[in-house]
């Protein structure tokens, strides 16, 4: 089962602390084979809606900067416990704040 994790603002400021504390836990996952993808995301982004043949882009933001998805990681695990767990250590590590975990439909 593939899983994406989305996450917001952390309370803990970034350091060399917190970089090796989540470059283990990405070399961990990566090796264990869980760990698809990760990576941060620009801020804002931009909006594509479609109503009928018309086509409308509009740049962001969209949200409360509190609430805007700053980065991402894609794993596959085999339960949602275990998605769950991963997304337990990863809010240990940056402290608190929001992670959304969304199951990946499909093959």
Known sequence: MRYL????????????ALFAEMG????E???AGILIATGGLE??????TSEGDEITVTDGPFVEAKEEIL???LV???SHE???E????FRRIVGDGDSILHRVMGP
């Open 82 to 84: 275990e998605a769950l």
């Open 5 to 16: 994790m989305t996450t917001g603002q952390n309370s803990r400021q970034p350091d060399e």
């Open 71 to 73: 980065g991402f990681a």
């Open 43 to 48: 801020p804002g982004g931009v909006k594509v």
């Open 29 to 31: 996952m990566t090796a």
């Open 76 to 78: 596959e695990v085999s």
């Open 24 to 27: 283990a836990f990405i070399e």
């Open 86 to 89: 991963v997304s337990r250590r």
